[in-house]
């Protein structure tokens, strides 16, 4: 595309002809840069956005004690420990309907534990909305806030409608450690 | 017999246009992109499969990483009016200059004491590692709980005077709140700020996240 003068005048002796110019200047290159400019920008507007998850949590009133009956065959609670490590049970710590067991994070870990478990729910309970599959999260001391942000973003995937992030009990702890989860 | 002439057509093509109405586009990308500003503590949020956008404005963000805590407001009237509530508690009386220069910074992390010589400081030199060391949140001097009681304050004052104004599109809304953690964060800090923010009654806040698709 681009043309290079070359040569010239190279005959000796002869007449210095005037050269007739060219008016017109070649822009492709620069219509190129503009485009790839354009592209530039137009990317790194949009991508530079930063993204957000939102989180409501429950009111925290010292003098409001009062705690609602949750029946066991819906509550399924998460214990997250360190090195992205979590053990999940269903209904009480103390005489638990699922004895607690681990898994990994991710589609093929807790996600398939939560599908299953809706489901189940789902064949016990109908399909009332207020009657789900209610997650209790509790992180430990030692967990990384990734690990916390996945397990909302599976609350999101799997469209639980009832979570809470609660505070992680002793004898909890004490089961993490005995793992080595702790 | 007539001989059949072959026109022979320019291969050129005439981009003028072309190149006007791309550098006119450039330009105007160029203007509109909002140019990023350094944080005093680059972190690594984590991602998550949720799209919700940020709030543009009426933001508070709260940038946690390595167990030092960063604090950020939008908008600079918003900002001097916090730091004139902060300059009242803590009897720290601040220049014209400093609130001046106050209002311009993107984010700090140092104790009330320390503010002063911070915004001495050449705007470039402030986010050298080193000189921010996060402001203190702990139970027994909890500085982070005032910023935020105070610019949610401030930001309360800012939109009543914009309403009182005669602005029509204005609505009073409650300050935003970001928490912007680093993905290797302990959860105990995370906590500790959430903690903070329920003891103001502020249930609803935003986490940062970057972007990644469900299969993981």
């Known amino acids: ?182 | 017999m007539a001989k059949v002439k072959v026109s022979k057509k320019s291969t050129r093509i005439d981009m003028t246009a072309m190149c006007d109405v791309s550098f006119l586009l450039l330009t105007f990308f160029i203007l509109t992109a909002t140019a990023k500003m350094p944080d005093p503590h680059p972190v690594d949020a984590p991602a998550s499969t949720v799209q919700t956008k940020l709030p543009e404005d009426n933001l508070a963000t709260i940038t946690v990483g390595d167990n030092e805590v960063f604090f950020n407001v939008l908008g600079r009237e918003v900002r001097r009016k916090t730091l004139e509530r902060i300059s009242e508690k803590y009897n720290v009386p601040f220049t014209e200059e400093e609130y001046t220069s106050f209002s311009l910074m993107e984010g700090f992390g140092v104790p009330v004491n320390q503010l002063k010589g911070l915004l001495a400081m050449e705007p470039a030199k402030r986010n050298e590692p080193g000189y921010q060391k996060g402001i203190p949140f702990d139970t027994i001097n909890d500085q982070l709980s005032d910023w935020i009681k105070f610019s949610r304050e401030a930001s309360r004052e800012f939109l009543n005077e914009e309403i009182n104004s005669g602005k029509k599109d204005v609505k009073y809304v409650d300050l935003d709140i970001a928490i912007k953690g680093d993905a290797d964060e302990d959860y105990t800090t995370i906590k500790r700020v959430i903690d903070i923010l329920q003891d103001q009654k502020k249930n609803r806040f935003f986490l940062v996240t970057g972007l990644r698709d469900e299969d993981f």
């Open chain 1, 1 to 182: 595309m681009a043309e290079l003068n070359t040569g010239g005048d190279g005959g000796k002796g002869g007449k210095v002809r005037s050269k007739k110019s060219n008016p017109g200047v070649d822009l492709t290159a620069m219509v190129d840069l503009a485009f790839l400019l354009i592209t530039f920008f137009m990317l790194t507007t949009s991508l530079s956005k930063p993204q957000s998850m939102n989180l409501a949590m429950p009111d925290k009133n010292p003098e409001d004690t009062t705690t609602t009956e949750v029946p066991d065959d819906r509550s399924l609670t998460i214990l997250m420990g360190k090195d992205n490590t979590l053990l999940w049970y269903l209904g009480q710590f103390d005489e638990p309907l699922v004895a607690p067991s681990a898994t990994q994070y991710g589609k093929d870990g807790i996600r398939q534990v939560l599908l299953q478990r809706i489901a189940s729910v789902k064949s016990v309970y109908g399909e009332d909305k207020d009657k789900g599959l209610i997650v209790i999260i509790k992180p430990s001391d030692k967990t990384h806030y990734k690990n916390l942000i996945d397990i909302l973003d599976e609350m999101a995937i799997t469209n639980v409608q009832l979570y809470a992030i609660g505070d992680i009990s002793e004898p909890e702890v004490k089961l993490l450690e005995e793992k080595g989860m702790y």
